[in-house]
């Protein structure tokens, strides 16, 4: 069964720092793989998706990741975080091409400080 | 585009009751709905995946007789938690599956807070 892994459970940094949050996912197969986040109180919302070709995706209010299929990798990144981009983070993987289910990572809490 | 709704937003019963959820596609037609459970500071379980015209799939641990799933039409698809129970209180969220297909992804819904008194 395919699984994921996010190590970091919480990140704190300043506004204006660079973002980094790792996802590694266990499928020997095709993968798709998303992001998600979480805003408090709100729902779970795209951030980016891969499905297919360049491995460095552009998603939304600057974010991006890359998928590097030898470490089973899909890390999310941003160059300069602001206070709004306080949220959870999910990586999700949906394996054997689309329309079947995702599995979820647990989560990485961001917390951006002024 | 894309935008799910879930009805009712939040829903406090007593123990015992049956609670109906509502998951909607709202611009989008969904063929495949999906039903996650949420619990406090945790990821997203997924509980069952529902089929427009078709009995729903439970992952594994998941009662179906517990949970019932209705997915009557390309918009719409319903869980209802039958005899709730105080353990049954958690955030539950669908998402529905929409775009071309290859690409397709799933958009979820606001989630719907239950409290089982």
């Known amino acids: 069964a395919q699984s994921v892994s996010q190590h970091n459970h919480h990140v704190i940094l300043s506004e204006a720092a660079s973002l980094e949050l790792g996802c590694n996912y266990s499928?020997?197969?095709?993968?798709?793989l998303f992001w998600y986040v979480q805003y408090p109180g709100q729902h779970l919302q795209l951030l980016l998706k891969?499905?297919?070709?360049?491995?460095l995706v552009k998603g939304i209010k600057g974010f991006e990741a890359e998928f590097i299929k030898s470490k089973f990798s899909f890390n999310l990144r941003k160059p300069s975080v602001q206070w709004s981009d306080t949220a959870e983070y999910f990586c999700a993987v949906n394996a054997g091409g689309g329309g079947n289910k995702l599995t979820f990572g647990t989560g990485t809490q961001l917390k951006v400080e002024l | 585009g894309a935008v799910v709704s879930q009805h009712p937003s939040w829903v406090i019963c007593k123990s015992g009751t049956s609670v109906k959820i509502e998951c909607r596609s709202l611009d989008f037609q969904a063929t495949t709905m999906f039903w996650y459970r949420q619990f406090p500071k945790q990821s997203l379980m997924l509980m069952a995946t529902s089929n427009e015209g078709s009995k729903a799939t439970y992952e594994q641990g998941v009662e179906k007789d517990k949970f019932l799933i209705n997915h009557a039409s390309l918009t719409l698809s319903t869980l209802t938690v039958t005899s709730a129970h105080p353990e049954d209180s958690s955030f539950y969220i669908c998402?529905?599956?929409?775009?071309?297909?290859?690409?397709?992804?799933?958009?979820f819904g606001p989630g719907t807070r239950l409290t089982v008194l």
């Open positions: 998402s529905a599956r929409g775009g071309a297909r290859g690409t397709d992804t799933q958009y």
């Open positions: 499928y020997g197969g095709t993968v798709n």
């Open positions: 891969y499905f297919s070709g360049d491995p």
